[in-house]
DNA sequence: AGCACGATTAACT
DNA sequence: GTTAATCGTGCTC
């Protein structure tokens, strides 16, 4: 483990969500399988906050599924949906606070080769630009729930990488909230990096319906 | 016990 | 632009 690869310490993510939203873009996301690293940076986030955030999985208080939000920040909370997808967020505030920041794209530096052999079916830019790509990428699922983001020897942890600056980071409203009620369906809680092909899909009609 | 829906994706018209 | 796939979760009765 050189210099370049220091694991974001706990304190990073006792934060407000919105802040360690904002400031994972840049991060290096790194997945470890069969002693082999698997990553990439992080280009688009969204944070959810408290159980006042009425599209927070939080919302209705606490449960056996969201738990590991209201525990200690720094740790994966990774949970299923749509039937069939994986969704990963690591757990932010400290703890009681529930919240947490869901990782929605990353662009892959790392054993791109094991990447391609999940995902070489479609064209690289289409590998990891959405939050259950990435997870099936990386190889994420219900094992990595509770995963210590913290630690360096995990399978499953969040490296320092270079920051993106303000003129390359854009706000918008989080994606895929059909029923959640105003303000919380538009308030720009999500973070990409601008002209970003590795953003998920849904980007370019956040944009669109923004203009 | 039953039911509506989801922090999505890929395929199809 | 529209929709099927597919099942765990948590609410309601």
Known sequence: MNSEHIVLPRSFYARHAVEVARDLLGMRLVRIEAGRRVAG????AEAYEGEEDLACHA???RTPRNGIMYGAPGFAYVYFTYGMHWMLNAVAE??????AV????????EGVDLIAARRGMRPPDQWTDGPAKLTFALNIARAQNGADLCDPSGELFIERGEPFPDAQVIQTARIGLFHTPEPWKSIPWRFVIVQEKKASRKEAETQRNLK
């Open 41 to 44: 940076i992080i280009t688009e």
């Open 59 to 61: 919302r209705f208080g």
């Open 94 to 99: 400290p703890e009681g606070v529930p919240a």
């Open 102 to 109: 869901l990782i929605r794209a990353i662009q892959p530096t």
